[in-house]
């Protein structure tokens, strides 16, 4: 099964930086593909939300609460993806969630959803 392994997470003022890694792994012998690869957040009470997504084509979708002030990006030979957040806000404070779909061919042709098991983030002066 695809794994994922976030880091990243921590605590920063208002208006201060933040970058979210996330890399995805498996067994020896795995074959697979990451199709689209993104971020989630959800805060204390609510719904887990999508922040980014990216497919493996480069196609780009953000919530417009971040739109401007996070971007999104991957690295395919790396299969990880990250999240680079700028202008951090306390709204902002939640966990974050990395999720992958792919597909996997071992031991058969599947579709698979994998989720990390998020990395928490806190805007705060």
């Known amino acids: 099964q695809v794994q994922l392994v976030e880091s990243g997470g921590g605590l920063v003022q208002p208006g201060g930086s933040l970058r979210l890694s996330c890399a995805t792994s498996?067994?020896?012998?795995?074959?697979?593909?990451?199709?689209?690869m993104g971020w989630y957040r959800q805060a204390p009470g609510q719904q887990r939300d999508l922040v980014a997504t990216t497919t493996n084509s480069g196609l780009t979708n953000y919530a417009d609460s971040v739109k401007g002030r996070f971007t999104v990006s991957r690295d395919n030979a790396k299969n990880t993806v990250y999240l680079q957040m700028n202008s951090l806000k306390a709204e902002d404070t939640a966990v974050y969630y990395c999720n992958v779909n792919g597909t996997s061919w071992t031991p058969l042709r599947r579709s698979f959803r994998s989720w990390g098991q998020g990395t928490q983030v806190i805007v705060s002066s």
């Open positions: 498996a067994a020896s012998g795995s074959i697979f593909r990451i199709n689209t």
